[in-house]
């Protein structure tokens, strides 16, 4: 067998079987979904750790900004909801970027079921 196969057997035997002693004790930090609604009526939807450290970074229409909210401030935070894993915020952002507008509207006033486990969060304002 060659070297690297035994290295790369040893690091996924590793990853498998060991664990840090403190990982059961460190809180998992929820996910975010929001909607950002800029000038001119559209709807931008993300996910983040931070609200509000993120919405901050759109608003400064900076490198981290998202290109489709870079010059179409003022930024207004419309919709923010808090997810418990990372792939369930994935797939709500997806479901949610394949609504309507309209449908979106409906989610934001509350109308529209959403079939992933949420939790309302603070709005961030600027």
């Known amino acids: 067998m060659s070297s690297v196969f035994l290295f790369h057997a040893l690091v996924f035997y590793v990853k498998l079987c060991c664990f840090h002693p403190y990982d059961e004790l460190l809180p ?4 975010f979904l929001y909607i950002i609604e800029n000038k001119y009526q559209h709807y931008y939807t993300g996910i983040c750790k931070d609200l509000s450290k993120r919405f901050a970074q ?6 981290l900004c998202a290109k489709a909210l870079r010059g179409k ?11 418990a894993e990372h792939s369930d915020a994935l797939k709500m952002e997806l479901w949610v970027k ?3 507008k309209a449908k979106k ?3 934001i006033s509350g109308k529209l079921a959403c079939p992933f486990d949420v939790q309302q969060a603070s709005l961030v304002v600027s």
């Not at 998992?28 to 996910?31: A, E, F, G």
């Not at 759109?58 to 490198?63: A, E, I, L």
């Not at 401030?73 to 997810?83: F, N, Q, R, S």
Request: hydrophobic letters at 40%; zero cysteines.
């Open 58 to 63: 759109h608003q400064d229409s900076g490198p």
């Open 73 to 83: 401030g003022p930024l207004k935070m419309i919709y923010a909801v808090e997810l």
């Open 105 to 107: 509207i409906q989610l």
């Open 28 to 31: 998992l930090q929820p996910w």
């Open 98 to 100: 394949k609504l309507t």
